[in-house]
């Protein structure tokens, strides 16, 4: 949803970016990248720590998780949007920016309700796309979006999910299809439903993707040790 490729489906608002090397921009987006992970790992483990406080999505942590992600990068790094923005290549508008807080605390209340009612796919997938819907920053929306979702799936099942590919990997590899499975969401949004199946759907395969990768390493690491057996 952000700026991560100049065809793709992102953000198009009339703020000056604070760096107009594309070289140094990369560079720093790298940076941040990392910085944002390390974010969302902390918040997970916080939260696991901590069974006896019941997690609460607030608007402070998504505003936090942006804040990493622009870091350097825009003068609104961690606040919510001050004018209109358009989403490229896409049918749907993004509510005036007045309207965003109260639309942020809406879905986090979405999500603190219905904890323990839906599932954590559900959850992710509902977030992913909400966050995309509401398109709260000038930039950094899909990034935001994707490391809140992630928070969500971990703490909602009960651990940090192992795997090296994580979905958030996995979704920036090609986004063709998180793009589709969007799309799919605004339209059932525009026929006044909340329908995110298509986003679950591809969410469970992100997800099988990664727990495999575990076992394609352990498998690697066996395979090795016996090519490759230890001296004694």
């Known amino acids: 949803m952000a700026n991560d490729e100049p065809t793709a489906r992102h953000s198009k608002a009339e703020v000056a970016s604070l760096v107009s090397d594309e070289d140094e921009r990369a560079k720093l987006e790298a940076r941040n990248a990392l910085q944002q992970f390390d974010l ?3 918040l997970i483990g916080d939260a696991l720590a901590t069974p ?4 609460r999505l607030r608007p402070s942590m998504i505003q936090s998780l942006h804040r990493e992600a622009l870091n350097g990068l825009s003068q609104f790094a961690g ?3 001050p004018a209109g923005v358009e989403i490229g290549q896409s049918k749907h508008t993004p509510p005036g920016a007045h309207r965003v807080a109260a639309l942020i605390e809406d ?3 979405y999500v603190n309700d219905n904890w ?3 599932s954590p796919i559900h959850l992710a997938a509902y977030v992913i796309w909400r966050l995309n819907w509401i398109h709260p920053f000038d930039d950094g929306n899909g990034r935001t979006s994707r490391a809140v ?3 969500v799936l971990c703490v909602s099942s009960g ?3 192992p795997g090296r590919n994580t979905i958030p990997e996995q979704i920036s590899t090609n986004k063709d299809p998180y793009y589709h499975a969007l799309e799919l969401a605004d339209e059932a949004d525009r026929a006044t439903k909340v329908d995110v199946s298509a986003l679950e759907d591809l969410m469970r395969g992100y997800l099988a993707a ?3 990768s575990i076992f394609n390493s352990a498998q690697a690491s066996k395979a090795a040790e016996e090519h490759f057996p230890k001296l004694h």
Request: with cysteine; net charge positive.
């Open 210 to 212: 990664q727990l495999v």
């Open 149 to 151: 979702s992630y928070l």
């Open 116 to 118: 323990k009612e839906k």
């Open 107 to 109: 879905m986090c209340d």
């Open 159 to 161: 651990m940090a999910l």
């Open 79 to 81: 606040n919510w949007r």
């Open 40 to 42: 969302v790992a902390k």
């Open 52 to 55: 006896e406080r019941p997690f």
